[in-house]
């Protein structure tokens, strides 16, 4: 096991991982030292998949200084610093572990795991870790979309009063298609759940992100529409849920009402957030990620802000006001808070501990869905 102090000098990255999640990652370690030169710097050193062609043309492509296919090698290398991990939920565990036992600082994406075993054994090694100096986030990247960062300020200033009610819904539509082949999200020991890991981990964070709050018990329901799809040898038996629905209390008190789906014809990638409190309210939509919707200190109407001015969040180190920004840039943020952190020697955020709290929380969902909707009780850390 080797740990590395970063104190100046350049850090390398490896992503393991090369599809959607990987080439977005991509994008942001090749754009972070550009946009905060204060972060420290890194150096796009490998990026690692199974398909030795293909990932040696992705790599190219985003601006990898290498490629490989072991990651397990890759782990052993003293050129590497920092470890993200890019790849389908049912790895997630095994590469993070091993990447944190060989000190190397850790990025998972979300969902942090499959199981709860799983995300429990990657909270107790993540542990460990920080003892040592070894940190680790897990990326849920729309805490970085600065009007959602800017609500949050706005809720805990008080600037709503008391949150009362919550409605998330995050609704896509790429399997509403009956004909849409079978992929490895839509199998349970590959994906670990549907709908649910892949969208309502995002919401459920959101929840936590921006309320300051635990969910403490739900009453769910799951769906699964499309029972079977095409494989590549015949058809095969979707083991994961389309969609699914929950009614959440909150420590605070507040009533969440959340769904989301795979299955909603004609939205691509609709985030919608409403937050409703005693003196004010707050409206977000990630198809207009530069906008947020507020009413504030007890006013009786909505106003609509653009997000892209100077002291706004994450705003800094990018365009003249006015000039927008994109999802992309969600993931830029995350790097740089990751590596700020580093430089702190503090743990960034959030932490595997919040991946589990989510976790937690979506296994509370699949288990009131399984007994017909009955209140299950959310687990606390």
């Given amino acids: 096991m080797t740990t590395h102090a970063i104190t100046g000098r350049e850090l390398g990255v490896a992503v393991i991982g090369y599809a959607f999640m990987g080439k977005a990652h991509s994008h942001a370690w090749r754009n972070v030292a550009a946009l905060h030169p204060g972060a420290p710097g890194v150096r796009q050193?490998?990026?690692?998949?199974?398909?030795?062609?293909?990932?040696?043309?992705?790599?190219?492509?985003?601006?990898?200084?290498?490629?490989?296919?072991?990651?397990?090698?890759?782990?052993?290398?003293?050129?590497?610093?920092?470890?993200?991990?890019c790849v389908p939920g049912h790895l997630h565990a095994e590469v993070a572990i091993a990447a944190l036992e060989a000190?190397?600082?850790?990025?998972?994406?979300?969902?942090?795991?499959?199981?709860?075993?799983?995300?429990?054994?990657?909270?107790?090694?993540?542990?460990?870790?920080?003892?040592?100096?070894?940190h680790s986030m897990v990326g849920f990247n729309y805490r970085r979309v600065p009007a959602l960062a800017l609500a949050r300020q706005h809720v805990a200033?008080?600037?709503?009063?008391?949150?009362?009610?919550?409605?998330?819904?995050?609704?896509?539509?790429?399997?509403?298609?009956?004909?849409?082949?079978?992929?490895?999200?839509?199998?349970?020991?590959?994906?670990?759940?549907?709908?649910?890991?892949d969208l309502a981990s995002h919401a459920v964070d959101q929840v936590r992100f921006?309320?300051?709050?635990?969910?403490?018990?739900?009453?769910?329901?799951?769906?699964?529409?499309?029972?079977?799809?095409?494989g590549t040898s015949g058809p095969?038996?979707?083991?994961?849920?389309?969609?699914?629905w929950s009614t959440m209390r909150t420590s605070g008190g507040a009533v969440v009402s959340l769904e989301v789906t795979r299955m909603a014809t004609s939205r691509k990638n609709a985030l919608g957030i409403e937050v409703y409190g005693s003196t004010g309210a707050i409206r977000?939509?990630?198809?207009?990620?530069?906008?947020?919707?507020?009413?504030?200190?007890?006013?009786?109407?909505?106003?609509?802000?653009?997000?892209?001015?100077?002291?706004?969040?994450?705003?800094?180190?990018?365009?003249?006001?006015g000039h927008v920004l994109g999802w992309d840039a969600t993931f830029t943020h995350q790097a740089s808070d990751f590596l700020a952190a580093l430089a702190a020697e503090e743990e960034p955020t959030p932490s595997f501990e919040d991946g589990l709290a989510v976790q937690r929380v979506l296994a509370a969902i699949e288990a009131s869905a399984a007994q017909d909707g009955t209140h299950v009780r959310v687990e606390q850390i």
């Fill in 45 to 85: 050193q490998v990026l690692v998949g199974r398909d030795a062609d293909a990932v040696t043309v992705a790599a190219a492509q985003f601006g990898w200084a290498e490629s490989a296919t072991d990651w397990h090698a890759v782990l052993e290398r003293d050129d590497i610093d920092v470890v993200d991990v």
């Fill in 103 to 134: 000190g190397k600082h850790v990025i998972a994406e979300k969902p942090l795991a499959n199981t709860m075993a799983e995300a429990e054994k990657m909270v107790a090694t993540a542990q460990a870790a920080r003892e040592r100096g070894v």
């Fill in 157 to 197: 200033a008080g600037r709503i009063g008391d949150v009362r009610q919550v409605r998330i819904a995050y609704l896509q539509d790429w399997l509403a298609d009956e004909a849409a082949p079978m992929v490895w999200r839509l199998r349970r020991e590959l994906a670990g759940s549907g709908a649910l890991g």
């Fill in 210 to 230: 921006l309320l300051g709050q635990e969910v403490t018990g739900v009453n769910a329901l799951t769906e699964t529409f499309v029972t079977q799809r095409a």
């Fill in 236 to 244: 095969e038996d979707v083991t994961v849920d389309d969609a699914a």
């Fill in 284 to 321: 977000f939509d990630l198809e207009q990620l530069n906008q947020l919707d507020v009413c504030l200190d007890g006013a009786d109407a909505f106003s609509r802000v653009m997000v892209t001015e100077p002291g706004d969040p994450y705003i800094d180190g990018w365009w003249p006001p």
